[in-house]
């Protein structure tokens, strides 16, 4: 029961960027569920090593574990910053000169399905915990979740639309906006770019989160 709980909070959590990600599918092609190389082709360990795992989206690498008792899992990260989607720590960093990425561990286990964020992206997420059903999420406030690539900066989309009507896109009844992160010692910028805004528009509630910002050292 708790892992079928945990399960479905996680997917819930991140509804709104497989919402997204469908709507973005419908209007330009392509998929939501993909294998590694799809999206890493040149990267020679992803034909290798990632039977067991794949991406939802450009943004999130899913590496579930596939065996009985085990408490880790092993996913194969790309050349460039992965972040836990669960703690938020990073797990990759990204290694200049390098073709290839390299195994990692993370915790996992019957409880929870580990996922992997890609530095460089930003998704909509929003915690329910205390929610029953989730035609009650758009009311909620939506985060953010920001993770910087080596450059420092992220970029991602997210669509709005009332969740009830059909035929969204051919009338137009949508919101699609892109978000762009950069920061460097001083300051942090997020950007707001309106890519389709339609009328009446719904309001959105929404506050950000930044992985794994470092403090600079003091130099004795």
Known sequence: MTATRNSMRQKYSISRYYYTKLFEVSLYGGSLIRPLFFEFPHDSGVYAKTESMFMIGPALLVAPVLHKGAVLSYPYCTNEDWYDLRTFAKVYSYKPGEKNGAEVKVPGGF???????????????????????????????????????????????????????????????????????????????????????????RPLYISYAVFCLKKKKKKK
Do not use: C, W
């Open 111 to 201: 409880d929870f399905v580990p996922v992997l964020i890609r530095g460089g992206s930003i998704i909509p997420y929003q915690p329910i915990e205390r929610v029953n059903r989730i035609t009650s999420m758009p009311k909620m406030l939506m985060t953010l979740l920001l993770a910087p690539d080596h450059n420092g900066e992220a970029k991602g989309t997210i669509v709005v639309d009332d969740g009830v009507s059909i035929d969204t896109i051919k009338n137009k009844t949508y919101t699609h906006l892109e978000f762009k992160f950069s920061m460097d010692r001083k300051i942090m910028v997020v950007k707001l770019s309106l890519i389709h805004i339609s009328e009446p528009t």
